[in-house]
């Protein structure tokens, strides 16, 4: 698909629900004693791989992604492999509710899948009392023999939520105490959702404890997700004529790093929360943003903004003065190498970036020429790259462009409704 300059980027928008709230309501849902009731849940391929596994494992599902009921079953050891996708999500969570159940698994994914590393999970979960093996290098397949697991202390040397959501998910069962405790603290929609749910579960800065608890069915409700929004904030802060509004979105702290950081680089936008239950739910205005400069990144907000990261490098090329992140090491195992696609990619396109094992360096003020791109089959690279055509010369064409619906299927449809 081909992304050509434009002239104008006016709308009122809402962006589809939050990815990672979609995945803990399926699996929490799964886990509770009795029926739940979800609403407009997130439908896309990585949740629907999540909601395919809980069902090979015993849950009932009926209804729509607008309103889901869910009846849990006894969990039980599937006949076939359990097939993961692009999701690291669903994997790391459903390795630590297949550790703690007393069944046997395999989880398999993906070409991208299948280069994550899986030993991240695999050690806490093991030092609990689940049996693993995998292929080399600790990727997948991977066969867990789940059982009765007891609490540990695990100090985690990633900020993950992924890893720290699969301790937790496992400790609900395990006998004793858990701890999970992490660098910086990571978003924490696991522990929102299961306190709102009445485990017992504590935090004190970045440790998590959970004591063996049951969960009650539920009813809830599913924000829209703020990184699938930031992609239409980027666009509305660089594009010399925009204003745009989110509505509806989630406006959790541990999520909103890229929006301090826009803050940061003196862009105009603003967010105010105007609801708020298990999570805050607000409105965001982005508008065109003459002053952006050039910031080095600090580092302990990296986590907030895991998956918009690469978005800095595209806000960096308009800004004045140069954008440096640093201590993002983490983007290189998600769905692609994201350091070296954003590098590779941009420089197609005439810009001049500097690669760091662990970040970038783009100086501003500069012009993106046009040219072909390839996000290598990842959902964020596609979107920001086609941003990077709106915002070009010559218009950008992006490969495989289909890859979006991994998160955000609606993207070129909601894209097209806010330019002229
Ligand atoms: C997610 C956590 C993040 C993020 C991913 C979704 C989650 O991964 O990149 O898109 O739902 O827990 P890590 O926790 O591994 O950083």
Not at 49 to 68: A, I, P, Q, Y
Not at 216 to 225: N, Q
Not at 301 to 328: C, Q, R, Y
Not at 397 to 420: M, N, Q, R, T, W
Request: net charge neutral; proline share 5%.
């Amino acid at each position: 698909m081909k992304l050509v300059p434009v002239r104008k980027v006016r709308g009122e928008i809402s962006v589809p629900t939050d990815k990672s709230i979609t995945h803990r309501a399926l699996i929490f849902a799964a886990l509770a004693e009795g029926e739940s009731t979800l609403y407009n849940l997130l439908r896309c391929l990585d949740t629907e791989r999540t909601k395919d596994v809980l069902e090979k494992l015993g849950t009932k599902f009926e209804g729509d992604w607008t309103k889901m009921k869910v009846t849990p079953g006894v969990f039980r050891t599937p006949t076939e492999p359990l097939f993961c996708g692009n999701s690291g999500t669903t994997t790391r969570l459903m390795a630590g509710v297949i550790a703690s159940h007393e069944i046997f698994a395999v989880l398999y994914g993906d070409d991208s899948l299948s280069r994550r590393p899986m030993a991240r999970v695999m050690e806490p979960l093991g030092m609990m009392g689940a049996k693993f093996l995998a292929r080399e290098n600790n990727f997948l397949p991977m066969a867990i023999q789940g059982g009765r697991l007891k609490g540990i202390e695990y100090e985690s040397k990633v900020a993950s939520a992924q890893v720290k959501s699969a301790v937790i998910i496992a400790g609900l069962r395990a006998e004793g105490k858990t701890t999970v405790e992490e660098p910086v603290k990571s978003r924490d929609h696991t522990e929102r959702m299961l306190k709102k749910l009445g485990a017992s579960i504590q935090e004190e800065g970045n440790r998590v404890t959970v004591w063996p608890s049951s969960i009650k069915g539920f009813t809830m409700e599913i924000p829209g997700d703020v990184s699938s929004a930031s992609f239409f904030v980027a666009l509305g802060v660089i594009h010399p004529n925009a204003r745009i509004v989110v509505r509806g979105v989630g406006l959790n702290e541990t999520r909103i790093g890229f929006l301090k950081t826009l803050k940061l680089m003196g862009a105009n936008v603003e967010w105010r929360v105007e609801n708020e239950d298990v999570e805050p739910i607000g409105t965001i205005v982005a508008e065109s943003s003459p002053n952006l400069r050039g910031i080095e990144v600090p580092v302990e907000m990296i986590p907030s903004m895991i998956d918009e990261v690469p978005l800095l490098a595209l806000v960096g090329v308009f800004a004045e003065g140069e954008t440096v992140v640093k201590g993002a090491e983490e983007l290189r195992k998600k769905e692609s190498d994201r350091i070296r696609v954003v590098v590779e990619n941009f420089r197609r396109l005439g810009v001049t970036i500097e690669e760091f094992p662990d970040g970038f360096r783009v100086v501003g003020r500069q012009r993106i020429r046009g040219g072909v791109v390839d996000p290598e089959g990842d959902h964020r690279m596609a979107m920001m790259f086609s941003l990077a055509g709106l915002l070009s010369e010559e218009g950008v064409e992006v490969k495989d462009h289909e890859c979006v619906s991994v998160s955000f299927p609606e993207f070129y449809g909601i894209l097209e409704k806010v330019i002229a």
